[in-house]
């Protein structure tokens, strides 16, 4: 089955405890970007990837960093989260068209 | 400003009914058009996909768009208590690669 995975899918942390989210596709797709969701604001891209060790800013990079060391793989790494970056996390894939395919979120608290 | 507005709702209509979701935007370089549904502690999923102006109909849903005024709408005929969920407008550009542009989303609930 195409899939999009993330993991945690909950996580709750404190402000400055370095954690990373994980996202996996199996679709061989060649782009991926990590969206963040809140309410009133809708859906902001936070990193986005063309392919493997091409990585791009999007709308909203500050206090994230990603990596693309595999095609499959495009990990999300918060390096000191703080309470602003609590929220919804997305990543998602696409391929040849303008599809994206969206992971089931992850739901980030930073107390 | 933002570059998409849509209003959030909450929009309530009884099953059955023809719903109409909208957003307008003010980036005239948008040429590609996305209506996703998200249910609720869901990911995104597309609905709608389609180029430049007019209309695309796909079973119980159409997507419109008039690139002259920059407003585009979906509509759900016969809508179903299934179709309960948060509509979200994208859009992109030739040249835009991966970079899509949300409104808020439409809350919708359709009830018995």
């Known amino acids: 089955e195409a899939q999009v995975t993330q993991n945690p899918r909950y996580l709750i942390t404190v402000t400055g405890k370095k954690l990373t989210v994980t996202c996996s596709q199996n679709?061989?797709?060649?782009?991926m970007s990590w969206y963040r969701q809140d309410p009133g604001l809708g859906l902001r891209q936070i990193y986005y990837?063309?392919?493997?060790?091409?990585?791009d800013k999007g709308d909203v990079p500050e206090g994230y960093k990603v990596s693309r060391k595999e095609k499959r793989n495009f990990p999300l790494i918060l390096e000191s989260p703080s309470p602003n970056q609590t929220s919804l996390y997305f990543c998602?894939?696409?391929?040849?068209?303008?599809?994206?395919?969206f992971g089931p979120g992850t739901r980030l608290t930073v107390l | 400003q933002k570059e998409v507005e849509q209003d959030p709702g909450p929009l309530s209509v009884p099953e059955g009914a023809i719903v109409s979701l909208n957003c307008t935007y003010s980036?005239?370089?948008?040429?590609?058009f996305m209506w996703y549904r998200q249910y609720s502690r869901k990911g995104p999923e597309l609905l709608m996909y389609?180029?430049?102006?007019g209309n695309k109909e796909d079973g119980r849903f159409t997507a419109q768009v008039d690139k002259s005024s920059k407003y585009i709408s979906l509509f759900i005929r016969d809508s179903q208590p299934s179709d309960s969920a948060t509509y979200l407008c994208?859009?992109?550009?030739?040249?835009?690669?991966?970079?899509?542009?949300f409104g808020t989303g439409t809350q919708l609930k359709v009830e018995l």
């Open positions: 990837s063309m392919n493997v060790e091409v990585t």
């Open positions: 679709m061989n797709h060649e782009y």
């Open positions: 389609t180029y430049s102006s």
């Open positions: 994208a859009m992109t550009y030739t040249g835009g690669g991966n970079k899509l542009t």
């Open positions: 980036n005239s370089a948008f040429q590609y």
């Open positions: 998602a894939s696409r391929g040849a068209t303008d599809t994206q395919y």
